[in-house]
């Protein structure tokens, strides 16, 4: 199953278990929200939104927040001594597609839990 969502005032194409930087969204690490601008749901019996899909939603895991690549935007007029230069980074939130919904449905998965990190054996313990 697929859905194609808008966020950011861009579309993608989405599937469970599928890792993505979309323009940045409210929520902390961990959490999980709702995206509800769904135009496709698609799968054996696909279904077209006129604009949206109605009832249909994407639940994602927000994994991380953090900046895109600087872009430069540099103008330079000739002979004229006149040169501006301005840089911006995007916003981005890294998210994870934890399952799509239709009719209405409320996110049955909650975020993935951490992996603990291995602890290393002490050296004073061996001594």
Do not use: C, W
Not at 10 to 15: G, L, N, P, S
Request: glycine residues 10%.
């Amino acid at each position: 199953m697929f859905a194609v969502i808008k966020t950011g005032g861009k579309q993608y194409r989405v599937a469970p278990d599928d890792v993505l930087e979309i323009g940045k969204i409210d929520g902390e690490p961990g959490t999980i929200v709702q995206l509800n601008e769904v135009l496709v749901v698609g799968g054996d019996t696909p279904v077209l939104g006129i604009p949206a899909v109605a009832g249909a939603s994407v639940a994602v895991e927000v994994l991380d927040h953090k900046r895109g690549p600087k872009v430069i935007a540099f103008k330079k007029r000739r002979r004229k001594n006149s040169r501006r230069k301005r840089g911006y980074r995007d916003e981005l939130t890294l998210v994870r597609v934890s399952e799509i919904l239709t009719d209405n449905a409320k996110p049955t998965k909650g975020p993935r839990p951490k992996k603990a990190k291995a602890e290393a054996p002490a050296a004073d313990a061996a001594e």
